[in-house]
């Protein structure tokens, strides 16, 4: 298993008997109920990816033999994210995680993305197959499933080891997307800055903030969707400064750029930005995929990953984010600003239940699974190099 040799097995040796003989057999004869049932748990498995201020902007439909991934738009964020670019991204991190899990179930998947060329909200779908023996890094990746949250508390100064960076580089690119980090002190400072403006962009715009507010206030620790504070505000100078530091100008009067992008430098040991090589649904749905196994690979080490996106929200400030991240002369769509670090245990955000966001296929269309893309088939849609981790080939 390269690249996870000094991490913690929190796993155990028990789970690496999930692939018995025994259990292969019982695969091979599961009835039709039994194949739901696990598809069931695997989509469980799949609502604790992260979404956009807790959104969960996805669907999913069991048939026998896979499962279909939807983006869910009534659940968008017009204002912030008006092409729904973050809204693909979070259900690329459920994409991810729905593979970890059948790999943990020790079945075999092959995806296939945007499979129905009339169906932008179909995102992909996953065939699940004969038995497949999982292998240690998978069954690592899925115990940190609910390992990973959302820190937005101050990173200590610990600085994670430079072998996890390039680790988290390598699975970034199993998804053809870039983990870009930001090493130099000047390009720091720069992306900190971007970061603050961007921000106070954002909070001057009155249905950003009015938007914001629909997903996080107090009345969210009552709902099973959204944040409730004070996990999401309060950064500033004044009271309750330590808690979080992702919300620079909102709650402040006046905005000190240079002392707010102190505290987020202060805050963020690593600094980095995902990119991907084009801008467009299929490179969003592979970002999350890339975002979902950067976090879960960052708490096998326990280093917890953050985010710093507003720069990447707002017009003109994108571009920016791009010139100072991306490799010179090429181009890159920068997808999330991310900061990684170590810290205290954050509070878990709620999940809908999984009767709100699954439904079976009518038996009409239960027919066969999607079949193989030929060349030229489906515009638009992509198989394969979707797995969950190192094995990440088609299965
Ligand atoms: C595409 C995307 C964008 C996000 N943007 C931000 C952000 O700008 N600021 C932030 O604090 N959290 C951001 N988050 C984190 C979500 O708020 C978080 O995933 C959600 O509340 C669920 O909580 P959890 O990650 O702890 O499970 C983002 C997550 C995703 C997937």
């Excluded at 699940?128 to 890094?137: L, N, Q």
């Excluded at 040991?269 to 467009?280: F, K």
Aim: proline letters at 9%; glycine letters at 8%; a negative charge.
């Amino acid at each position: 298993m390269a690249g996870s040799a000094s991490a913690p097995d929190p796993g155990g040796a028990a789970r690496g008997e999930s692939a018995s003989a025994a259990w292969a057999l019982a695969l091979h004869h599961r009835s039709h109920d039994d194949e739901i049932a696990l598809l069931r748990v695997a989509v469980s498995c799949a609502l604790l990816a992260p979404s956009m201020h807790n959104t969960q902007p996805w669907r999913f439909r069991l048939r026998p033999g896979a499962v279909d991934l939807f983006a869910d738009r009534t659940r968008g964020l017009p204002v912030v994210d008006p092409e729904d670019r973050e809204l693909t991204i979070s259900c690329g991190a459920a994409l991810h995680h729905l593979l970890l899990a059948l790999a943990n179930l020790s079945l075999t998947t092959e995806t296939i993305a945007f499979p129905d060329p009339d169906d932008g909200d179909h995102l992909a779908t996953v065939n699940v197959s004969r038995p497949h023996e999982t292998s240690a890094d998978e069954r690592l990746l899925f115990a940190q499933l609910t390992r990973r949250h959302t820190n937005r508390a101050p990173f200590d100064n610990r600085r994670p080891p430079p072998a996890l960076v390039d680790l988290l580089g390598r699975a970034a690119e199993r998804h053809q997307v870039t983990f870009q980090v930001l090493n130099a002190a000047a390009q720091r400072r720069e992306f900190a800055r971007l970061v603050v403006e961007a921000d106070a962009l954002q909070g001057s715009d009155r249905r950003f903030r009015r938007e914001l507010a629909v997903w996080i206030n107090a009345g969210r620790i009552r709902t099973l969707d959204g944040v409730p504070p004070p996990g999401f505000f309060s950064t500033g100078g004044q009271a309750g400064a330590s808690t979080t530091i992702t919300v620079t100008s909102i709650v402040e009067n006046r905005l000190d750029v240079a002392a707010a992008a102190e505290r987020i430098l202060a805050s963020s040991p690593i600094m980095a930005v995902l990119a991907s090589g084009s801008d467009d649904p299929l490179a969003w749905l592979r970002s999350g995929m890339a975002l979902s196994e950067v976090a879960l690979r960052a708490r096998a080490f326990d280093v917890w990953v953050s985010y710093l996106n507003q720069a990447l929200e707002v017009d003109g400030y994108r571009g920016s984010v791009g010139a100072l991240a991306g490799p010179a002369g090429a181009g890159t769509y920068p997808q999330l600003g991310l900061r990684l670090g170590y810290g205290p245990e954050p509070r878990p955000t709620p999940r809908r239940p999984l009767s709100e966001v699954l439904y079976l296929a009518p038996p009409e269309r239960q027919g066969p699974p999607a079949g193989p893309a030929e060349p030229g088939d489906a515009a638009g849609s992509s198989r394969g190099t979707f797995g969950p981790g190192e094995d990440g080939e088609p299965r």
